[in-house]
Structure formats: C-alpha cells, structure tokens
C-alpha cells in the first residue's frame, strides 16, 4: 500500500483484512510510512497523516509517536491543521504526559484569537485534559470569555470553567460573579452551562451554597418559562421546551433548598406546577417528573407536595417501562420510612411488582413490601408474601424468609399464627433461613405453652410429608423428643384428631436419623428425641436402646459422643434418666434480655454513665504490620476505634448471686465465690447506625476468641452484613460463621461471630476489619483498624 493513501483508502484496506494478523501488517507498515513522513521538514500533508494515525490509535493501536506532531499542528496557522492538532492533543495526550505542558502557550494565544472557531478548539481542549497547572494558569482567561458578548463562546467557557472547578476547588470564588450574571442570559445553551457551573460551585463550597441561594427566584423564573412556554422548535423535545435544562435547574434547587426553609419556600409552588403540569406520557415527561420528585423529598416541602410526589412515584409503578418501575420503588424505598402512609396508598401496586418477570423489579418489589408491613396489614401483607415465597426465584428466598422472620417477630397478632407462619416458611424455604432460625422457633414453642399440643401434631404431620428442609426437622424433632406424650395422647383441641401409635413416632424419627438428607445437627436432635421419648413412652424402651446403641460407633464424633453418654444412662444411671431428660424449663425474657434470670451481655446498654473515649496505642514500626495492611487494602481511609467504659456497678456482683454462690460453694468445703465479671467491650465500628464492639476472651498463652458484635439502630433492615479480618502472616485466624446474615432495624436482633486467633510468637496482635453491607439498596464498605483489644494480661498476647 502506496504511504501518500488517502484516510479513506486505508480504512477499506483495514477492514478487508481477513485476520489480525494481516491487519497489523497493514497498520504496521502505514505507521511506518506516516512516522516517516514526520520526520520531513517539509511536510505538507502532515493533518492528513495525523488523522490516519487517530484512526490507528481508535484500533486500539500504539500512536504515542504522534504527540510531538500534534503540538506543532496546534500551533500552525492554518485552522484546518489546528483543528487536527487539538483532536490530537485530545486523544493522545493527558495531564500525565509533559507533552501537554508545551501546548499551554498555544492554548493561551488561541484564547485571545479573534476567530470564534479558533477560541472553541482551546476551550475544549483544555476542558478535556487540563491538568491542574494549566488549569490555574489559564483560568483568568477562561473568565474573560465568561464575560464575553459571543454566547457561542460563553456556552463553551462555561463547561471549561466547570472542569477547572473539579481541578482545582480554590479557583471557585474566580468564577462566582461572571456564574451570577449569567443567569440573566436567554440562550439556552449558556443558561445550561451557567447552571452546571453554578451546581459544581454549590457543591464544592458552602460560602458559594449560601451566595447562591439568593438566586432561587431567578431560577424559578427560568423554569416557569420553560414550564408555560408555547412550542419552540429549537428546543422542543417530545412536547416538553428543553428537558435537558429543567433537569439541570431542577437539580440546582434541590441542593439550594436542602435544609433550608426560606429556599424550600420560594420553590414549593414551582415544584407543584411541574409536578401537574408535565406530561406523563414521554420519557422526557417523565425524566423531568423524577427530577421533580427527587428535589421534593430532598428539600423542606409541604406535606401535600411530598403526598403529590409519592403519587407522581406511584403512577411510575403503572408504567409499562420497567426502567421506570425500578427507579420508583428504588426512591420510595428512601422515603418510606419518613412518609410511611403516603406510600401506604400504593401498596396493591407494590404487591403485584412481586409477580415482575425482571428479577432487579423482584428484588426492589419485596424490599419495599417488607418495609411496608405494620400491624394493622400484617395478615394481608403476610399472605402476599407467603405466595411469592412459594414461587420466588432462589437468590431472593433466604431474603424473602428472613424479612417476613423479622416481620412476624415484631407485628404477630396472635402466638399461634406467629408459629403457623414460621412453619409455613420453613415448610417452603427451610433450607434458605438463617441459622438463630431454629432456636428462636424453639423458644417461642416453649413459651407458649398452650399451643404444645397444636404445635407437636402440626410438626409431626409435616415430617411425614417432607424431611428435605432441616430446619423444619430439627425444630420437629425437638418438639416431640420433649412433648412426645401429648402427640401420642391425641387430645388436641384446635386440630382434628388423629391417633399415632409409639412405633409411629418412633418410625419418624428412625427415618430423620437415617436419612441421606439429613445433616450431623439434624441426627443429633433426632437422637436425642428418640432419647427423650425412653421417659414419655413405655412400650418401646429396649428399641430405643437398640437404635441409640448403633450410633456408639458413628464415624461423626458429635453423634457418637451423645451416643455414648446415652448408652451410659441406660446401663449406669438408669435410675437418674428420668430427672435428666426432663422436659426443658420455660425460656423467658424480659425488658432486660434476661433468659431464665441470666443477663445477656448483648443486651446490657449504658445510655447515661457510658463514656466513649479514642483508644491510644504506641506507635509501632510500619514494617512489623505491613502485612497486615496489604490484607485487605490499605487505600480506603480507617475508622479509629473507641473503647467503651461502662458503669462500675454493672461489673459488681448482686447480693442475690452472691449469696446463692457461696451456699453451693460451701458444699464443697467453704471455698470463698469468685465474683464473675464480664468481659470488657470496646466500640470499633459505629457509622450510618451501625454499631459494631469487640470483646475478648483469652484461652492460653497463645490462643484468644474474639465476640463481634454488630447492631442497627435505624428504622430499616440492613441486609448482606458480612465480616472480613485479616491479621499479621504470624498469627493464625479461624472466623466462625456468623449468626445471621442481616440486622434488623430498630435492634431488634444483634449479629454475634466468634473469631479465634493463634498467636504463637508473641507478636504485637493487630487486626484489620472490613466491615460490608447493605442499607436502603446502598452497598456501604467500611475497614477499621484494631490495635488494642480489651482484656488482654500483659504477660499474654
């Protein structure tokens, strides 16, 4: 191929290559022709080799040659090679590259050219890759032209003036005054850029915030133009005068009226006539409509307005677009909280969300369905939920099964269509809930004495019919291994009679045990209801110790532990099996999160003498944790942990305890009661109501076991809690799973996970915790470091 080609002949000869390999045969020979011809003094196609060499570098291709080149074009005379040349500086050059500092002269010069095409190809260039140096020497310039009488050139200094206010923030209050006169212009492409100047500004300085909020009414006045004016071809887009520049002004109110009233004021009645008087039927009508709405929550609006914005977000749930859907549910999510009855209304179209075919419009549909149910829609919601569980895609089950966990634990009208519905989820979903699933449901069975008799037939009904969910057998398991007596009288009044024999529980239960879909957990509750069952039955006691003798040599250890032990009170201590294998006690709790009159450290809360005061370590050399931090990141800015002191009494001993302590121990020959103190607690997390405390217990020398805790203290549910650690190469760590995966809103339930490390060399122990999850459908990622852990002997770790 002849070097002189035009452009055009080189792009044919490009694409008619039948491989990449002789695709690059043919760049790589015009590359070498057009670096051939730069070389010549005396070039006169040098902007017909400069665009060829763009199309290259658009391949993908090596055209660093080339930026040389394209600094001698930008200062050529003539405009059709400078016009080359600043493309070329565009494309191939960058802040980064020294090349682009010897364009800054020829940049200042075209500035001041008396040709207005000339004054756009260094507006733009220098708004695409100015760097900050050039940025602070050629923004005096830059505000001249904001000065200018030409619009065309103010539209563009305006979006150069914009980029170096990203640049450089102290260069802001330089472009104040000219951004203010601007407002006064008609053209729309200035308006447009005044106003994404005026929002950069905003942003970026609050002096500016407060200059600016005097201008509030004048943007009212522009965008009740655009609202009742007539047809405009020039800026008609599908019936609406210019969305692009509602959009932008709409934006620009929202952060002048956020937390402030007088601003809120002056836009409320402009807010409402948008809101009425924009067509819903266009994506441009709707676009400006969500803009419009987004700006009414954000600002201190009447309460109609807000009424009239969720409606508006409602009508967006009817729309055929499911873009449209998404973004509506997305935003009543945020506000659902705030304006809960408002949103209330739309609930019927909600609901029917959940049978979406698109799963993003699923996921949305079930968040914001959770977070509407209260007490007095708790059956009706309830219902909904249950049949989209039943039909739910898998990735939202275990979603789906812990929100209506949540939401039958705070608004259950009755205990047992609270139980009734626990079983109905594990019925449907028990092999996606959490793991607290099963003792919680054990709890509330014990508590509700009652029901006992309803609850063991309805469970022993269902394992008959499925033993694939282990939570639903476990909890089945357990209620007849403690209430099998009831199950086998048949005396049941709220369910039909049905007579079941002991060889028919014991059936069952043989079944759970040797199940191949049976986890180790689920065997051992069987194993030990079938225990259980040798003091509630009479019959059948010698099949009882047949079945738990078989299991002494199961290759589980757990199993056969339990095995071994139950085999010992049948042949040792027969006479003390029955007082062993009693029925459980009552499980209670009070205000306090006292269960059976212990105090769960969880639950203890300091409001008034708790002092949060900033942990102080020494320093310690970078090296010796260095690869500590090179575990998860060291890029994003650490959290600094705080220590909690609590009350000295809460540490002291009851009189209660205490007495009652020492008269055990006086059995065993007057030994004086070690008062029991727990363990110390140390904040190391608390943001976006997130509170996340550190306590330790050491084992020996060398082994610790930390407790994580983490609470939510807003109104929402937070959803994909997770907890990484990373600890120096030295140190062994071992994270146990955790008790939850999510945490409910209010501190409903805490999420506790055990970490142990190994320390065998003694090292300074540090740790790293990335702490991740979800919040009103924000994915929020935190790291806080942990240099002091509380707790610790001096002569330990």
């Known amino acids: 191929m002849s070097p002189s080609v035009p452009l055009q002949e080189m792009i044919r000869a490009i694409r008619s290559a039948r491989t990449q390999c002789e695709e690059r045969g043919v760049i790589q020979r015009e590359c070498a022709a057009i670096r051939a011809q730069f070389r010549q003094t005396d070039n006169g196609g040098r902007s017909h080799n400069l665009a060829k060499l763009l199309y290259v570098h658009m391949l993908g291709y090596p055209a660093h040659f080339g930026q040389m080149e394209c600094v001698r074009m930008i200062g050529s005379s003539r405009y059709s090679e400078k016009r080359v040349g600043y493309l070329g500086a565009m494309m191939l050059l960058d802040e980064k590259q020294d090349a682009s500092l010897l364009i800054t002269n020829s940049i200042k010069n075209d500035l001041s050219h008396s040709n207005q095409h000339v004054q756009s190809l260094a507006l733009c260039t220098l708004a695409c890759m100015g760097s900050a140096e050039m940025c602070r020497d050629l923004a005096p310039e830059i505000n001249r032209l904001l000065r200018s009488s030409n619009s065309y050139i103010k539209k563009k200094a305006a979006l150069c003036a914009v980029h170096i206010v990203r640049k450089v923030q102290d260069l802001g209050e330089l472009f104040v005054p000219s951004a203010h006169s601007l407002l006064s212009e008609k053209n729309h492409g200035v308006l447009h850029g005044t106003v994404v100047l005026i929002t950069e500004l905003c942003e970026r300085s609050p002096e500016a915030l407060e200059r600016f909020r005097k201008t509030v009414p004048d943007l009212v006045q522009i965008m009740k133009g655009l609202v009742i004016s007539g047809y405009s071809p020039d800026h008609d887009v599908a019936g609406v005068s210019d969305p692009f520049l509602q959009v932008r002004i709409l934006r620009l109110l929202r952060i002048l009226g956020r937390n402030n009233e007088a601003a809120s004021d002056a836009m409320n009645d402009l807010l409402a006539q948008v809101a009425t008087n924009t067509d819903s039927t266009k994506t441009v009508g709707n676009a400006v409509l969500y803009e419009t709405v987004l700006t009414v929550l954000d600002i201190k609006s009447e309460s109609g307005l807000r009424v009239l914005a969720v409606n508006i977000l409602g009508r967006f749930l009817l729309n055929n677009d499911r873009n449209i859907r998404y973004i509506a549910m997305t935003s009543l999510q945020k506000i659902v909280v705030t304006d809960h009855n408002a949103v209330q209304r739309h609930r019927g179209t909600i609901v029917d969300c959940l049978k979406d075919q698109d799963a993003s419009v699923k996921r949305r549909a079930l968040e914001l369905s959770l977070a509407l149910v209260s007490a007095s829609n708790i059956r009706s919601m309830m219902k909904e939920l249950l049949i989209f569980l039943s039909s739910c895609p898998p990735e939202l089950r275990a979603q789906a099964a812990g929100g209506i966990f949540n939401a039958a634990e705070r608004y259950a009208p009755s205990q047992r269509w609270h139980i009734d519905t626990i079983l109905h989820v594990l019925t449907t979903a028990g092999g996606d809930v959490r793991d607290e699933t099963v003792p919680n449901l054990i709890q509330l069975i014990t508590n509700t004495s009652e029901l006992h008799c309803y609850t063991v037939h309805k469970l022993y009904r269902a394992l008959l019919t499925d033993i694939s969910q282990p939570p639903l057998v476990q909890v089945a398991c357990w209620c007849i291994g403690e209430y099998g007596d009831l199950l086998l009288k048949g005396e049941c009044q709220e369910t039909e009679a049905v007579q079941v024999t002991e060889d028919d529980v014991l059936d069952v239960l043989e079944i759970a045990l040797q199940s191949h879909m049976s986890t180790p957990t689920t065997r051992g509750f069987a194993l030990t209801a079938t ?114 002191l609590g009350d000295p009494a809460l540490t002291q001993p009851t009189t209660a305890l205490t007495s009652a302590g020492g008269d055990l121990l006086d059995l065993l020959g007057g030994l004086e009661p070690t008062p029991l103190t727990p363990a110390p607690t140390v904040t190391v997390y608390e943001k976006n109501g997130v509170t996340l405390t550190l306590s330790c217990e ?100």
Do not use: W
């Open 531 to 644: 225990m259980k069952l040798s003091t509630r039955i009479t019959d059948n006691v010698d099949r009882i110790r047949s079945l738990v003798s078989i299991y002494g040599s199961c290759i589980d250890v757990e199993l056969q532990q339990r095995a071994v032990e139950y085999n010992a009170l049948f042949k040792k201590y027969d006479h003390m099996r029955a007082a062993v294998l009693e029925r459980m006690p009552v499980i209670q709790k009070n205000s306090l999160g006292q269960i059976n009159g212990e105090v769960s450290e969880e639950t203890i809360k300091e409001p008034q003498l708790a002092k949060v005061r900033q942990v102080e370590t020494p320093q310690q050399p970078a090296g010796q944790v260095c690869d500590l931090l090179d575990l998860l990141g060291g890029s994003q800015e650490l959290l600094q942990p705080s220590s909690l």
């Open 698 to 797: 050491q084992q020996s020398d060398s082994g610790l076991t930390i407790t994580l805790t983490a609470s939510n203290s807003t109104d929402s549910d937070i959803s994909g809690f997770t907890l990484q650690a990373a600890v120096p190469k030295s140190v062994q760590l071992q994270m146990r799973s955790p008790s939850r995966d999510s945490l409910p809103a209010r501190g409903a339930a805490k999420l506790t996970q055990l970490v142990v490390l190994n320390n065998p060399n003694k090292v300074n122990l540090k740790m790293r915790i990335r702490v991740s999850y979800t919040s009103q459908g924000s994915v929020i990622q935190d790291t806080v470091q942990v240099d002091s852990f509380p707790g610790l002997s001096a002569a330990g770790l």
